[in-house]
């Protein structure tokens, strides 16, 4: 499975990105998806996760109410919406898959990660 993440770059405070995640080489319908992200410094992080269905969707508190994940299966991409941006959320963002059920916020669970795509926030 490789995951393939586009859309970071600079935005200003209360500005809006879109980030998109493009899966390969296995059905994305088998996969639970998440978002994690790095800043400089600091460990990865949980940032929005959402099960096979798009049924159920999960979230750190710190983006609850700006973020928004989805996922469209016939185009096996998966996508986070991001407004409202603040400095803080400036970081490397990550999407990656999990196989199996549980919890969807370790970043322990998930079985492959995309490279990585920057997200800026300038004050």
């Known amino acids: 499975v490789q995951l393939q993440a586009s859309g970071g770059g600079l935005v200003q405070a209360g500005g809006s990105l879109r980030l998109s995640c493009a899966v390969s080489?296995?059905?994305?319908?088998?996969?639970?998806m998440g978002w994690f992200r790095q800043a400089p410094g600091k460990e990865r992080e949980f940032v929005a996760g959402i099960n096979r269905s798009g049924g159920s969707t999960y979230y750190a508190d710190s983006v609850k109410g700006r973020f928004t994940i989805s996922r469209d299966n016939a185009k096996s991409t998966v996508y986070l919406q991001m407004n409202s941006l603040k400095p803080e959320d400036t970081a490397v963002y990550y999407c990656?898959?999990?196989?199996?059920?549980?919890?969807?916020?370790?970043?322990?669970?998930?079985?492959?990660w995309g490279q990585g795509t920057l997200v800026t926030v300038s004050s």
């Open positions: 080489g296995r059905s994305m319908s088998n996969y639970g």
């Open positions: 990656a898959a999990k196989l199996y059920s549980g919890s969807m916020y370790p970043r322990t669970e998930y079985d492959y």
